[in-house]
């Protein structure tokens, strides 16, 4: 299977959406479409044995359209969404500009002799009126040249049987302009005929100054709906933004600056105070402190010192260093992070397809109300300048350009949050479906704890705390195991030095042992003080307190305990914090681990954690979270995405803690890049944000129609003599689409606070 993504030409609402994708879709070979309007895209999902590109070029094409295969780099270069919507925009200002200075003196002429404004002589009075409509049909002209698209666009898929919002403006625009052309004749022959009357009628019946007026107005929409749907890639504009254009490499023993594009894997790169780092890699010298907040939402900088990880496109605010290149171009986290934002913004929510099943029929019902209603108040009794009027004002009061951005801005705006708060949804579903958990599962290890053991308590019984520390930090520092790693790092944070270490030598399944100043050193576990018969008894008065899941290690000297410490996989420092924010919004928390009984429930009880699964497999963790969808709920597991991957494929929503190391885990749903419980409440109260948006967007964009159809063919025109004219319909349709995504874009205000909030 082959996953394509694609440029799409001539969509202009949520039924051309509909009929791509069923284009498409009737292709053989062809697994899955989705089409996005906001971003004028396509991704393919389709067996390459069956199906090509040309072949889905052209299936697009035969629909009234235009498709073209998407450069793989797009994202990472200057075709980027920003640039496309920005060319958009620019694109419908021109168009706008001149439709005004065409249309106002349109409007002027056909309306100031009846408003009294001052007009040249030879426009007034009944034996000018030629010149008088013929004026305005040359004004006309301009303004439909300049909007052509919409006739070119909707005459097109109409005639295929597919019409869409063009087909009703072109409609509506070209009723207006073939009326008026009439006239024009009917205004000539009665000044042929000296029949003054008929040509005073008429001159009064032109609609010239309806149909361009109805072209600008949705110009006008069209072009402050670009400025805004600009706004929604802010998120990914501002991370490529980021990144340098230019990187200082160690070449040949010399600093040369080249283009970012040139830097390989496995150059040395210098970075220095104040600079972006242009490409992922590794310290190998030197240190700094790096600020990430870009990338992952943490507001604090970050220390780093060789052998640590230094992620592209975040800066280095203090401190000088030299790494070895390890991923450059599409392989960089930020490139990463850019594909998921892309991909989830290009896929569909579920509750889309409610706006796609209405508007696959939505604009053909409409084509018929018009004429029906036009129809209707002809047989009435009306005149057909009313009926005409009737017809025009329900086509372009209809367009369903609203029904059609309704959910993909939402999507746009609150995926583009989540990422510049370090939360990744990969798709729309993930999405829309964390707004229904109801049970949060954990992982223990690297997700509430720390994932690395860390001394918690040092108990000598000789001498002090760093006596002892420092004794056994010698020894250790020769083993590769974790806990002596633990050991070793609390002695360097405290800056103790090691002592010489004579006759290391490890015991299986014991600990280890060796000569420090001419003493016999051990360190290892009770069994091992048993075998060498040394008293642990004085080492039970040390501390009283539960182990509570820590690891006590002994340690003797010349055959005489001389003190233990404790390691222990500690909780983050947010865990219990995050698990008190989703038990007060209500939802179960539990957690999943292979660890023993006594460790879980005592890492649970800190945590807050209210249920507990302990002394399982990492295959059974999968069939838990099954146990629990089969009792109704909808399940997150939260993980690191590697043992933990078949629980996080089976959860309704997986999501990955430690999205630095690795930020494209395949079986997770949402990543989040800060490996913060925290973000896992925010994600929640993220997506129940943005579907409360798509939800207003779509009431709004229904109820618009609703209203605005029967007002537009007159309903009320009997009893209060109320209708709407094309002109005011034209600015009701536009304005509608520009309020869908205004609404959307409140999304951006959302804040990712963490403490006291209800929801």
């Given at each position: 299977?082959?996953?394509?993504?694609?440029?799409?030409?001539?969509?202009t609402?949520?039924?051309?959406?509909?009929?791509?994708?069923?284009?498409?879709?009737?292709?053989?070979?062809?697994?899955?479409?989705?089409?996005?309007?906001?971003?004028?895209?396509?991704?393919?999902?389709?067996?390459?044995?069956?199906?090509?590109?040309?072949?889905?070029?052209?299936?697009?094409?035969d629909?009234?359209?235009?498709?073209?295969?998407?450069?793989?780099?797009?994202?990472?270069?200057?075709?980027?969404?920003?640039?496309?919507?920005?060319?958009?925009?620019?694109?419908?200002?021109?168009?706008?500009?001149?439709?005004?200075?065409?249309?106002?003196?349109?409007?002027?002429?056909?309306?100031?002799?009846?408003?009294?404004?001052?007009?040249?002589?030879?426009?007034?009075?009944?034996?000018?009126?030629?010149?008088?409509?013929?004026t305005?049909?040359?004004?006309?002209?301009?303004?439909?040249?300049?909007?052509?698209?919409?006739?070119?666009?909707?005459?097109?898929?109409?005639?295929?049987?597919?019409?869409n919002?063009?087909?009703?403006?072109?409609?509506?625009?070209?009723?207006?302009?073939?009326?008026?052309?009439?006239?024009i004749?009917?205004?000539?022959?009665?000044?042929?005929?000296?029949?003054?009357?008929?040509?005073?009628?008429?001159?009064?019946?032109?609609?010239?100054?309806?149909?361009?007026?109805?072209?600008?107005?949705?110009?006008?929409?069209?072009?402050?709906?670009?400025?805004?749907?600009?706004?929604?890639?802010?998120?990914?504009?501002?991370?490529?933004?980021?990144?340098?254009?230019?990187?200082?490499?160690?070449?040949?023993?010399?600093?040369?600056?080249?283009?970012?594009?040139?830097?390989?894997?496995?150059?040395?790169?210098?970075?220095?105070?104040?600079?972006?780092?242009p490409?992922?890699?590794?310290?190998?010298?030197?240190?700094?402190?790096?600020?990430?907040?870009?990338?992952?939402?943490?507001?604090?900088?970050?220390?780093?010192?060789?052998?640590?990880?230094?992620?592209?496109?975040?800066?280095?605010?203090?401190?000088?260093?030299?790494?070895?290149?390890?991923?450059?171009?599409?392989?960089?986290?930020?490139?990463?992070?850019?594909?998921?934002?892309?991909?989830?913004?290009?896929?569909?929510?579920?509750?889309?397809?409610?706006?796609?099943?209405?508007?696959?029929?939505?604009?053909?019902?409409?084509?018929?109300?018009?004429?029906?209603?036009?129809?209707?108040?002809?047989?009435?009794?009306?005149?057909?300048?009313?009926?005409?009027?009737?017809?025009?004002?329900?086509?372009?009061?209809?367009?369903?350009?609203?029904?059609?951005?309704?959910?993909?801005?939402a999507?746009?705006?609150?995926?583009?949050?989540?990422?510049?708060?370090?939360?990744?949804?990969?798709?729309?579903?993930?999405?829309e479906?964390?707004?229904?958990?109801?049970?949060?599962?954990?992982?223990?290890?690297?997700?509430?704890?720390?994932?690395?053991?860390?001394?918690?308590?040092?108990?000598?019984?000789?001498?002090?705390?760093?006596?002892?520390?420092q004794?056994a930090?010698?020894?250790?520092?020769?083993?590769?195991?974790?806990?002596?790693?633990?050991?070793?790092?609390?002695?360097?944070?405290?800056n103790?030095?090691?002592?010489?270490?004579?006759?290391?030598?490890?015991?299986?399944?014991?600990?280890?042992r060796?000569?420090?100043?001419?003493?016999?050193?051990?360190?290892?576990?009770?069994?091992?003080?048993?075998?060498?018969?040394?008293?642990?008894?004085?080492?039970?008065?040390?501390?009283?307190?539960?182990?509570?899941?820590?690891?006590?290690?002994?340690?003797?000297?010349?055959?005489?305990?001389?003190?233990?410490?404790?390691?222990?996989d500690?909780?983050?420092d947010?865990?219990?914090?995050?698990?008190?924010?989703?038990?007060?919004?209500?939802?179960?928390?539990?957690?999943?681990?292979?660890d023993?009984?006594?460790?879980?429930?005592?890492?649970?009880?800190?945590?807050g954690?209210?249920?507990?699964?302990?002394?399982?497999?990492?295959?059974?963790?999968?069939?838990?979270?099954?146990?629990?969808?089969?009792?109704?709920?909808?399940?997150?597991?939260?993980?690191?995405?590697?043992?933990?991957?078949?629980?996080l494929?089976?959860?309704?929503v997986?999501?990955?803690?430690?999205?630095?190391?690795?930020i494209?885990?395949d079986?997770?749903?949402?990543?989040?890049?800060?490996?913060?419980?925290?973000?896992?409440?925010?994600?929640?109260?993220?997506?129940?944000?943005?579907?409360?948006?798509?939800?207003?967007?779509?009431?709004?964009?229904f109820?618009?129609?609703?209203?605005?159809?029967p007002?537009?063919?007159?309903?009320?025109?009997?009893?209060?003599?109320?209708?709407?004219?094309?002109?005011?319909g034209?600015?009701?349709?536009?304005?509608?689409?520009?309020?869908?995504?205004?609404?959307?874009?409140?999304?951006?205000?959302?804040?990712?606070?963490h403490?006291?909030?209800?929801?």
């Open positions: 299977m082959r996953k394509e993504t694609y440029d799409v030409t001539g969509m609402c949520s039924s051309c959406v509909r009929h791509v994708e069923k284009a498409v879709e009737k292709q053989p070979g062809v697994k899955k479409v989705t089409v996005n309007l906001l971003k004028n895209s396509m991704v393919v999902d389709y067996d390459e044995n069956k199906l090509n590109q040309a072949e889905i070029e052209h299936a697009v094409s629909a009234g359209y235009g498709a073209r295969l998407r450069s793989k780099n797009a994202d990472l270069t200057k075709d980027t969404e920003e640039n496309s919507a920005q060319k958009e925009y620019e694109s419908y200002k021109r168009r706008l500009i001149w439709s005004v200075i065409f249309t106002v003196p349109l409007i002027y002429l056909s309306m100031g002799h009846m408003l009294g404004w001052p007009l040249p002589f030879f426009f007034l009075g009944t034996t000018n009126a030629i010149t008088f409509a013929f305005q049909f040359l004004l006309l002209l301009p303004v439909v040249y300049l909007n052509r698209s919409y006739f070119i666009n909707g005459f097109k898929s109409l005639f295929k049987g597919t019409p919002m063009d087909s009703l403006v072109a409609l509506g625009a070209s009723a207006a302009l073939v009326y008026g052309i009439f006239t004749y009917k205004i000539g022959i009665g000044l042929g005929f000296l029949d003054f009357k008929s040509v005073s009628a008429h001159v009064m019946n032109l609609y010239f100054e309806s149909a361009g007026t109805i072209l600008t107005l949705i110009t006008l929409g069209k072009t402050l709906e670009a400025k805004a749907k600009g706004k929604t890639t802010d998120a990914i504009s501002k991370l490529l933004n980021l990144t340098p254009k230019m990187a200082r490499v160690l070449r040949d023993n010399q600093e040369k600056n080249v283009p970012v594009e040139e830097v390989k894997k496995d150059d040395v790169v210098i970075v220095k105070a104040g600079e972006s780092i490409v992922d890699g590794v310290i190998i010298s030197g240190s700094a402190s790096i600020d990430e907040s870009a990338l992952t939402g943490e507001s604090l900088p970050v220390d780093k010192k060789e052998g640590d990880k230094a992620i592209g496109a975040t800066i280095n605010r203090n401190g000088y260093f030299k790494m070895r290149v390890t991923k450059t171009g599409d392989e960089t986290v930020l490139a990463q992070i850019v594909k998921l934002v892309d991909e989830a913004t290009s896929s569909k929510a579920p509750i889309a397809n409610l706006a796609d099943r209405v508007s696959g029929v939505f604009v053909p019902i409409v084509i018929g109300i018009a004429f029906i209603a036009a129809i209707i108040w002809l047989l009435l009794g009306s005149t057909f300048e009313f009926a005409l009027s009737i017809g025009i004002s329900v086509l372009v009061i209809s367009c369903p350009c609203a029904l059609g951005l309704a959910t993909p801005t999507i746009m705006v609150g995926t583009g949050q989540g990422a510049i708060n370090g939360i990744l949804f990969k798709s729309a579903k993930a999405l479906t964390t707004h229904e958990l109801q049970t949060i599962v954990f992982d223990k290890t690297g997700t509430i704890t720390e994932g690395k053991p860390v001394v918690t308590n040092i108990f000598p019984l000789q001498n002090t705390e760093n006596d002892l520390l004794i930090a010698s020894l250790e520092s020769l083993s590769e195991h974790p806990l002596a790693q633990a050991i070793t790092t609390s002695a360097k944070e405290k103790l030095s090691f002592l010489e270490v004579e006759k290391f030598t490890q015991v299986a399944g014991q600990g280890i060796g000569i420090i100043d001419g003493k016999k050193i051990l360190a290892g576990n009770l069994k091992m003080m048993n075998e060498n018969q040394i008293e642990t008894t004085s080492a039970n008065f040390l501390d009283n307190s539960p182990n509570g899941g820590k690891t006590t290690l002994y340690f003797a000297q010349d055959n005489r305990l001389i003190g233990i410490i404790r390691v222990a500690v909780i983050k947010t865990s219990k914090e995050a698990i008190e924010e989703l038990n007060q919004m209500g939802l179960q928390t539990i957690m999943l681990t292979g023993n009984e006594t460790t879980a429930r005592s890492i649970a009880k800190k945590a954690i209210r249920n507990v699964i302990a002394e399982i497999l990492p295959a059974d963790k999968e069939h838990e979270i099954q146990k629990l969808q089969n009792q109704g709920q909808k399940v997150a597991m939260v993980g690191d995405g590697i043992n933990d991957a078949p629980a494929a089976r959860a309704d997986g999501i990955a803690i430690g999205a630095g190391t690795d494209a885990i079986s997770a749903d949402v990543v989040l890049m800060k490996s913060q419980l925290t973000e896992v409440s925010t994600a929640i109260r993220l997506s129940k944000a943005t579907i409360k948006n798509i939800k207003e967007n779509l009431f709004w964009a109820i618009y129609n609703i209203i605005g159809i007002i537009a063919a007159g309903i009320f025109y009997p009893a209060f003599g109320f209708k709407l004219s094309p002109m005011i034209a600015l009701a349709m536009s304005f509608s689409s520009v309020f869908v995504v205004t609404n959307a874009l409140r999304l951006r205000f959302f804040s990712a606070r403490s006291n909030h209800k929801n």
